[in-house]
T-cell receptor, first 113, second 115 residues
Framework: KQEVTQIPAALSVPEGENLVLNCSFT??????LQWFRQDPGKGLTSLLL?????REQTSGRLNASLDKSSGRSTLYIAASQPGDSATYLC????????????FGTGTRLLVSP | DTGVSQDPRHKITKRGQNVTFRCDPI?????LYWYRQTLGQGPEFLTY????????KSRLLSDRFSAERPKGSFSTLEIQRTEQGDSAMYLC?????????????FGQGTRLTVV
């Protein structure tokens, strides 16, 4: 059974810092990996999707990497801003049967001005 | 707005009542998913439609839950005889499966509180 773990569970940084969020998964047979942002009480916003054949994806100040063989992904946020404060969720699509997302429990990020 | 739309955003109901939620996916998307999220946890898969066909249901989806997607467009999720344990955020997502790209887009969710 695929399990996704995110470390740390919570992170507090001052504005301007670069930071890394970690995601690990137990089964490397994945179709892709997706990073989401969730604001309190809201739905999920897709940030980046990495196909299993890719090593990384970039969007603005965000860079996500994928090492499928070791079951790890990182989300790098450059020059953090208070507006980045949210919960960041990692999810994998197992490469078996139909394609549902298996989520981690998220990292709650607080960026202080 | 061309994103995934969910209605209502919030629902408070008494235990034992029935509730129904609606999801309107992005118009050209052929897959629609329902997830449930409790406080401090990641979303958990409930069920999935390919066009109008319901292809998979999680064990989380007891016989009190039913989902439909008539004509492969909007979807409804009904919970009968609600229990306090049903209190959660119910999230809908859609995707257009095209080659390797299965990126999922989520709605704002329906927060259910059973009192």
């Amino acid at each position: 059974k695929q399990e996704v773990t995110q470390i740390p569970a919570a992170l507090s940084v001052p504005e301007g810092e670069n930071l890394v969020l970690n995601c690990s998964f137990t089964d490397s047979a994945i179709y892709n990996l997706q990073w989401f942002r969730q604001d309190p009480g809201k739905g999920l916003t897709s940030l980046l999707l990495i196909q299993s054949s890719q090593r990384e994806q970039t969007s603005g100040r965000l860079n996500a990497s994928l090492d499928k063989s070791s079951g790890r992904s990182t989300l790098y946020i450059a020059a953090s801003q208070p507006g980045d404060s949210a919960t960041y969720l990692c999810a994998v699509t197992p490469n078996t049967g139909f394609q549902k997302l298996v989520f981690g429990t998220g990292t709650r990020l607080l960026v202080s001005p | 707005d061309t994103g995934v739309s969910q209605d209502p955003r919030h629902k408070i109901t008494k235990r034992g009542q029935n509730v129904t939620f609606r999801c309107d996916p992005i118009s050209e998307h052929n897959r629609l998913y329902w997830y449930r999220q409790t406080l401090g946890q990641g979303p958990e898969f409930l069920t999935y439609f390919q066009n109008e066909a319901q292809l998979e249901k999680s064990r989380l989806l007891s016989d009190r839950f039913s989902a439909e997607r008539p004509k492969g467009s909007f979807s409804t999720l009904e919970i009968q005889r609600t229990e306090q344990g049903d209190s959660a955020m119910y999230l809908c997502a859609s995707s257009l499966v095209s080659g390797m790209n299965t990126e999922a887009f989520f709605g704002q969710g329906t927060r259910l509180t059973v009192v």
